[in-house]
């Protein structure tokens, strides 16, 4: 009787979970009283805190104490040293390949994480989680430009005679040599591996219009609000609310570099099962499709989208609306040659 | 470090000796010897140790041989000077005024001087920024009153990072030469005076040389703290002026290098050191 193999098969798959499962839950290591997790600050610590540690705290009684912002000195220190503090921490893209590189993380555990619902290449991570991503993007005050005739990407911000003003950039290489690129007309899925000699050569021709050279996250909103540039590069949920609120401020998203967010368990934690519980939550299409909403950075779980408004995907890097214009900052080779390059950049700056 | 300010007092040595017995002095030293040792002096050792990680010196060769790092100990130095000498400028006649005053105005002018001292230097470095900005106060004050059509670039450059670095450190001049200035001896003045001497040549010839340590150890004291400056450059130097420590920050958190960025340290300590034995020898000008 072949009608009956499957029905078999499925109460044997039955039995085995059914005697898999108090074992499994026997397994479980001891609940601890909380888990420290750190994070970037400013307004996405009190999303994730609002959404996602909420949840965790809720599903398992376990407290999340939270501390910011990332530093990766700090987690080589504490993996070194022995001394760890954090059982999860957040870590920026080409930083989470060092941490690799470096063995500062346990390896995801896939049958706790859920990493089979992600796009490649995210789901082929082995030791960080993206939970979501950012981008680094051109943004402008619109008064300072005549209705409809805004910048629309690099080849603007450098167009110094057809968009006068100061401008502002950040005090490292990472993003400017891609926008220096996409401005020389490199397209977005070509920048890889940069021709950094072409990019410093563009960088020279903007050079003397750019008034600051930023290096915390809050500064360029804040150089647009007091009037101190007319467009800058900056992080796109900096200017999310100001976006939704039609503030004055837009983006412009052609040529915006998108990177991912990680998370990773830190090495040697005690904690470490439970760290990869809170990555799990982490994928959850509902709860990213709201952290989304709040702080404008979307998840990597593609079924978030269905719980985001499509009038709102304009808001986001990598909604359908604007996926096809931006490109991805390939954190390899930031990780490969970030340290030469960054030492350049650095050295072109003092340069008069 | 030790800056030498002339004891106010004459020292008790008699209370210490009660207090401790013979050893008196050392042990009411003890705690801040340790604090010095657990919290100074240990992680400075091991700053030094990581800098010659791997057994050579190539991080100290490279920091004093690479021409963008000797741009910016240059840069560094040059900026210091900038903050010192503005600062002697504008804190000498002030601490002189307060020699002079009534009580009660001396009060008053003390407040005016250590409240900003105890007050966040990020907020102060803030303040700079609203004043000086494109849209600050005074750009907006100049266009309000016709006096210009664009605004003027008075921040994110030099003479921003100077006006704030010299804001935060003019109370560390005043106070010394004050202290000075205050135990000078009026009669000196007025007996210069009566010999003839023109006001001038009694500021010159007496009451500078007699003043001198405190300018010394005032100026002493701004260069060396002005020499490890981070936030005051990184926020009104737009990114532009860029100081040893701005290096050693990036360094250490963007490109991971702890070796170099230590040995970053120790050269910036062993300037610093340098400096403060040199002005130890300088000997006041003859009058």
Redesign the interface.
Known sequence: MTGTTPTRLALALAGLIAALAPGASAQEPPKPRQIVVNVAGGDTLAATRRIFFAEYEKRYGIRVVDSSPT???KL?AMVESGNIEWTVTEIGGEDAV?GQRMNLFEPIDRTVVPMDELPSPARDRKVTLARGVYSTVLAYRKDAFKPGAYPTGWKDFWDVKGFPG?RSMR??AIDNLEFALIADGVPVDKLYPLDVDRAFKKLDEIKPHV?????TGQQPAQLLI???VVMTTGWNGRFYKMQREEAGVDVAWPGAMVKVGTFGVVKGTANAYWGQKLLAVFLEPKLQAAYAEAVGYPGTNPKGWEFIDKAAFKYFPTSPDNLPYVGWTNDEWWADN??AV??RF??W??AR | MSISLPADEPPRAGIAARLGGGAGPFVLGLPALVFLLLLFVGPVLRLLVLSVEGGDLAAYEKAVTDGLYLTVFWETFRIAAIVTAASIVLGYPVAYWLTTVSRTTAAIGFACILVPLMTSVLVRTYAWMVILGRNGIINRALRDWGLIDAPLPLLHNLPSVVIGMTHVLLPMFILPVYSVMVRVDRELLRAADGLGASGGQIFARVYFPLTWPGVLAGGTLVFIVALGFYITPALLGGGRIIMIANVIENQVQTLLDWRFASALSMVLLLATLAIQAASSRVQAPRG
Request: glycine content about 4%.
């Open positions: 530093n990766f000195a080589r060092r100061p005090n490292r008034a600051v050279w930023w290096s007091d009037r101190e970030g340290a960054e030492e650095s050295r700056l003092l």
